[in-house]
């Protein structure tokens, strides 16, 4: 069992560009998050997912859309990348509300 | 809103020595509460969690317990070890809401 596995693992990347990070779970988990870490702030939640076809906001949403086409993928786009979304992403899923959350590996991104 | 609070780091500890990272919280429900612990260059894992008062999570010699009368949820540990040098969040999920609250981390150093 793979568990969660994101893509890529790190990236450069220039500022105005698009950028998907992918994330991609085999636990059949319902809801599944986006975290960016930052030195000093701990994670934050951008987007989260309580169950495929629907999304909803977290603390630090602007500059980001997901979305939840199926149960296992929740890919995370930057439409327009800006050197303040340079991060760390963690992708994490649980069965439900309150329940322990499991966390991929990361992506590591430098917006220059 | 909900908040997690504890305390800055780095904590720099010898070898064996008697571990405390505390952690107190706010929330408008009846949380979940969690220990998540990340080793350098990995995504974050559980360590321990509580779902209810006066309930004691433990696991690798690392206890805490959910004092809701201080609303808190403090991490030790009896006698450190190297290999237990990572950061450490706190972190709730308040009940009927999927996402997690963390905290800003603590960073534990631990020298032979």
């Known amino acids: 069992i793979a568990g969660i596995t994101q893509a890529p693992t790190s990236q450069i990347l220039a500022a105005g560009r698009r950028m998907t990070l992918r994330c991609t779970q085999d636990?059949?988990?319902?809801?599944m998050y986006w975290y960016r870490q930052d030195l000093g702030l701990g994670l934050r939640l951008i987007h989260y997912?309580?169950?495929?076809?629907?999304?909803g906001k977290g603390e630090v949403p602007d500059g980001y859309s997901v979305s939840r086409a199926n149960t296992d993928d929740f890919p995370l786009t930057l439409a327009s990348a800006v050197p303040s979304q340079t991060s760390v992403y963690f992708c994490?899923?649980?069965?439900?509300?309150?329940?322990?959350?499991?966390f991929g590996p990361g992506t590591r991104l430098l917006v220059l | 809103g909900d908040s997690v609070t504890q305390m800055e780091g780095p904590v720099t500890l010898s070898e064996e020595a008697f571990l405390t990272i505390n952690c107190t919280y706010t929330?408008?429900?009846?949380?979940?509460l969690f220990w998540y612990v990340q080793y350098p260059g990995e995504g974050l894992q559980l360590l321990l969690k509580a779902t209810k008062a006066d309930d004691k999570g433990s696991n690798k010699g690392f206890e805490a317990t959910y004092r809701k009368e201080t609303t808190s949820f403090h991490l030790e540990k009896g006698s450190v070890q190297v290999s237990d040098s990572a950061v450490y969040f706190c972190a709730l999920s308040d009940r009927g809401y999927s996402t997690l609250t963390f905290g800003k981390g603590t960073m534990l150093l631990v020298s032979p």
């Open positions: 636990m059949r988990h319902n809801a």
């Open positions: 929330a408008t429900g009846y949380p979940s």
């Open positions: 997912s309580n169950t495929a076809g629907t999304t």
């Open positions: 994490a899923s649980t069965t439900r509300s309150g329940e322990t959350q499991y």
